[in-house]
């Protein structure tokens, strides 16, 4: 290995290590967390001046003296990573809570609000994207049923469109088919994100 290579896989360690803390410290102020960024990389900075750059061994040392970011940050006030164990139920909650009797939903909506996982717009996003996409995924159900059943092609042809319109306001039956896609994509989309930032945050920290 070169020591431009090694110089990269050291330099490579310190952005992880920032990045990990950073994510650590995201619920922390803004102001005091940039201020214990700036700190910890002047602390870094400070102690690679008497090593080799490319040593990264040496770099490995250096952060494990420097300190794990979620102890930095739980010193900084932050909730541990494991008061984030039952996130893992908040997204199932959400798609399936409504099913039952709405006691599933509102047990979801508690942890997401609760939890230091996810951003406040995540948290908003998660609690009226999908009870509006179900709104619209049942409504699109019954616009479809009724198109469906309202022109069914067992009528005359002459007698067809007063079929169809014989049974109230109906949505043509391709406008109520986009309505239930949206409907079930609205419903399932705000869930799996937050999944998806679960996972993409515990892999920050193994």
């Known amino acids: 290995m070169t020591s431009r290579q090694s110089a990269g896989e050291a330099d490579k360690l310190v952005r992880r290590y920032l990045a990990q803390l950073d994510a650590a410290l995201r ?3 803004a102001s005091r967390r940039e201020e214990i960024l700036a700190e910890v990389h002047e602390h870094i900075d400070e102690g690679r001046t008497g090593l080799d750059p490319g040593d990264a061994a040496s770099v490995r040392t250096l952060l494990d003296k420097v300190g794990g970011p979620a102890a930095i940050a739980a010193e900084a006030g932050a909730p541990s990573p494991g008061s984030r164990r039952w996130d893992a139920w908040a997204p199932w909650l959400i798609i399936f809570g409504p099913l039952a009797s709405g006691l599933g939903w509102i047990a979801g909506m508690l942890i997401l609000w609760t939890s230091p996982t996810w951003s406040r717009r995540d948290q908003l996003i998660a609690t009226f994207v999908p009870p509006a996409g179900l709104v619209a995924l049942f409504f699109g159900l019954v616009a479809v049923l009724r198109a469906a059943a309202g022109c069914s092609g067992h009528l005359p042809a002459l007698h067809a ?9 109906t949505l043509p039956l391709g406008v ?24 993409q945050q515990r892999s920050t920290f193994a």
Request: glycine share 8%.
């Open 161 to 169: 469109s007063a079929g169809c319109t014989a049974k109230g306001i």
């Open 176 to 199: 109520a088919i986009l309505l239930v896609v949206v409907g079930l994509a609205a419903h399932l989309l705000p869930p799996i994100h937050l999944m998806r930032t679960r996972r």
């Open 27 to 29: 619920d922390v102020d």
